[in-house]
C-alpha cells in the first residue's frame, strides 16, 4: 500500500525532470537585450563606401550592448567565406556580411541557417536563406545616372563604363544603366574590367589607354567612387577635361569634392551608409527577438547629387530629405 501510494508523486517527479529542459531551453532563449555576440564578414573592408557601412554598424553593435567581432576577407573570397563558416562554429548569435557576394557565401548561409542564427547582408545581394538584404538597388541608381548622362551627350557619343561585375550591386548599376540607353543608337557604350586586388590603379591605367587611341570618348561611368579620381586624373593627363564628363555612385565626400571644384567629374548616385548600417542592426535584433522581417530584400532610399545640390563641405547628406529626381533639383 505505501509503494502505491508513492506512485503518482514518482510519476509527477519523472514527468517534470522529463520535461524541464523544454523550460530551460525557453529560458535560455536569446533576446536582443542580451550581450549578443555579432560575427561580421567584409570581403574589402578598406573600399570607403564598405568602411562607412560597417562602421555605421558597429556603432550601433556597441551602442546595443552586443559584441561584435569584424573580419576583412582583403578581397579573399575564400578566405572571406571561411570566416564566416568560423563564426558559425564559435557560435556567435548573427552573421553580418558587409558588401561580399552572397552568391559565393553559400555555405556560410547554410551553416547559419542549419545553426538557427540570423544572417543578415549590406549590398551582397538577395538569395533564398538569408534573413535580409540591405542596400539601394543598384538598378533603380543605373536608371538615375543615366538619365542625366544622356541628356548631358545629347544622345550621342562614346560612353565608358568602368566596373567590377562580381559583386551584385555593381552588376545592377550596369543593368540599370544599359536599360535606359537601349534605345538611344547613337550611345556607343564600351565597359572595361577593372582588376582586384590593386582596381583604383588599373582603373587610372587602363582608361589612360583608352584615351590614347580612342578620342571620341565622351563621358565615363565609374562603377563606384572609389575609382572616380583616378579616372578623372586619366582624363586631366590626356588633355580631355573639358570633352569628357564623369559618373559614379555611393557619393563620398572625396567625390562631392571633384564635383564642388569643377572639372569632368559631374554626378554621383548616393545612399546613407549610416541607414544601411542601423538598418542591418536593427533586423538582427528583429530576427533574434523571432519578429517577422517584412521584406527579405530592403531596400534604402538613393539621391543624385550635382553642383546644384552638393550639401555644405564636410556636410553629411540628409538622405530623409535628398533627391531622386532631376526635377526637384531646384527646390532644395
Do not use: H
Not at 26 to 45: P, Q, R
Not at 272 to 289: E, L, R, T, W, Y
Amino acid at each position: 500500500m505505501l509503494s502505491n501510494a508513492i506512485r503518482p508523486a514518482s510519476i509527477f517527479a519523472l514527468s517534470l525532470a522529463a520535461i524541464s529542459p523544454l523550460f530551460a531551453g525557453a529560458a535560455l532563449a536569446k533576446s536582443s537585450k542580451d550581450n549578443l555576440k555579432i560575427g561580421i564578414i567584409a570581403f574589402a573592408y578598406n573600399s570607403p563606401a564598405v568602411t562607412a557601412m560597417t562602421d555605421a554598424a558597429i556603432a550601433d553593435c556597441k551602442a546595443r550592448n552586443w559584441t561584435c567581432e569584424l573580419f576583412d576577407g582583403k578581397t579573399d573570397p575564400v578566405a572571406t567565406s571561411n570566416a564566416g563558416v568560423n563564426f558559425v562554429n564559435r557560435k556567435f548569435d548573427a552573421i553580418l556580411n558587409s558588401v561580399s557576394d552572397n552568391n559565393q557565401l553559400t555555405t556560410v548561409i547554410k551553416a547559419a541557417k542549419a545553426a538557427n542564427i540570423p544572417f543578415v547582408s549590406m549590398f551582397s545581394g538577395d538569395v533564398p536563406g538569408i534573413s535580409a538584404d540591405i542596400g539601394a538597388s543598384g538598378v533603380v541608381q543605373g536608371a538615375l545616372l543615366a538619365g542625366v548622362l544622356r541628356d548631358k551627350i545629347d544622345l550621342k557619343g562614346k560612353v565608358a563604363i568602368v566596373n567590377w561585375n562580381v559583386l551584385p550591386v555593381l552588376r545592377e548599376r550596369t543593368r540599370g544603366f544599359k536599360a535606359t540607353v537601349a534605345d538611344d543608337k547613337d550611345i556607343q557604350v564600351v565597359e572595361i574590367e577593372v582588376k582586384v586586388p590593386g582596381y583604383v590603379d588599373d582603373a587610372y591605367n587602363q582608361v589612360t589607354s583608352l584615351l590614347q587611341s580612342n578620342k571620341d570618348v565622351k563621358a565615363i561611368v565609374t562603377g563606384w567612387d572609389e575609382l572616380a579620381p583616378g579616372v578623372v586624373r586619366a582624363i586631366e593627363q590626356a588633355g580631355m577635361k573639358d570633352q569628357i564628363t564623369v559618373y559614379s555612385y555611393d557619393a563620398l565626400p572625396s567625390t562631392l569634392e571633384l564635383i564642388r571644384k569643377g572639372g569632368p567629374m559631374t554626378l554621383t548616385v548616393g545612399f546613407g551608409n549610416k541607414v544601411v548600417g542601423q538598418k542591418a542592426m536593427s533586423v538582427i535584433a528583429d530576427a533574434i527577438d523571432g519578429k517577422p522581417v517584412p521584406f527579405r530584400s530592403i531596400m534604402v532610399r538613393s539621391c543624385i547629387f550635382t553642383k546644384a545640390n552638393l550639401p555644405a563641405p564636410g556636410v553629411e547628406p540628409d538622405y530623409s530629405k535628398c533627391t531622386t529626381f532631376t526635377g526637384e533639383i531646384e527646390n532644395q
